[in-house]
């Protein structure tokens, strides 16, 4: 299995450390023509209006969409949560619209408010996760499809739709590969 990571800002060097860990092969992606014969790409954390830019400016987007409509599986984290949004609530930030929520940048405050927790995540198993929310932000609220997997607060931190993950804090950044793991068992169709 092969997993790209999109290399324009963020956790590449962390999340391909993850993939490599979980047990499937990974690569840097800078190059919209990478993304095909890709199982799955990971959208990683950084500044969401910069990376959104970056990937229309170099094809990514539309590259991406038709990718993901031929089974390209998608994990976003922070950023890339918000990148795969239906639509951010109060902005018109480029997004590829591949999951069906609205979603809210740095929802729980700015960067002095970044902060961790123990969350539980019933579909991974094993006791709750270390997540680590830098300027994150939330799901607002879910379309039919979307798989609600965790909140914090009340908050929707982790969805599924399909073969594609969102995740609002930044899993790459601690030792717990299970969220990478079940990113690639949901593309082999094992969970």
């Given at each position: 299995m092969k997993v790209g990571v999109l290399a324009l800002q963020g956790d590449v060097a962390e999340?391909?450390?993850?993939?490599?860990?979980?047990?499937a092969d990974a690569v840097e992606v800078?190059?919209?023509?990478?993304?095909?014969?890709?199982?799955?790409?990971?959208?990683?954390?950084?500044?969401?209006?910069?990376?959104?830019?970056?990937?229309?400016?170099?094809?990514?987007?539309?590259?991406?969409?038709?990718?993901?409509?031929?089974?390209?599986?998608?994990?976003?984290?922070?950023?890339?949560?918000?990148?795969?949004?239906?639509?951010?609530?109060?902005?018109?930030?480029i997004c590829l619209g591949l999951m069906d929520f609205v979603v809210k940048r740095n929802a729980f405050g700015r960067q002095v408010d970044s902060f961790e927790a123990d969350i539980e995540i019933p579909a991974?198993?094993?006791?709750?996760?270390?997540?680590?929310?830098?300027?994150?932000?939330?799901?607002?609220?879910?379309?039919?499809?979307?798989?609600?997997?965790?909140?914090f607060d009340d908050k929707i931190v982790l969805a599924r739709q399909g073969r594609h993950l969102a995740c609002a804090f930044h899993p790459e950044v601690t030792s717990d590969t299970r969220l990478h793991r079940y990113f690639l068992d949901m593309l082999a169709g094992r969970a």
């Amino acid at each position: 299995m092969k997993v790209g990571v999109l290399a324009l800002q963020g956790d590449v060097a962390e999340h391909l450390s993850m993939i490599t860990a979980a047990g499937a092969d990974a690569v840097e992606v800078r190059y919209k023509e990478q993304v095909d014969g890709l199982d799955g790409l990971i959208i990683p954390g950084g500044e969401s209006t910069t990376v959104g830019k970056l990937m229309e400016r170099f094809g990514f987007v539309e590259e991406i969409r038709n990718q993901a409509a031929r089974g390209l599986g998608v994990f976003g984290t922070c950023t890339g949560l918000i990148l795969l949004s239906r639509e951010v609530s109060g902005s018109d930030q480029i997004c590829l619209g591949l999951m069906d929520f609205v979603v809210k940048r740095n929802a729980f405050g700015r960067q002095v408010d970044s902060f961790e927790a123990d969350i539980e995540i019933p579909a991974v198993g094993g006791p709750p996760m270390r997540a680590v929310f830098i300027r994150a932000p939330y799901i607002l609220s879910v379309g039919r499809g979307v798989d609600v997997l965790a909140r914090f607060d009340d908050k929707i931190v982790l969805a599924r739709q399909g073969r594609h993950l969102a995740c609002a804090f930044h899993p790459e950044v601690t030792s717990d590969t299970r969220l990478h793991r079940y990113f690639l068992d949901m593309l082999a169709g094992r969970a």
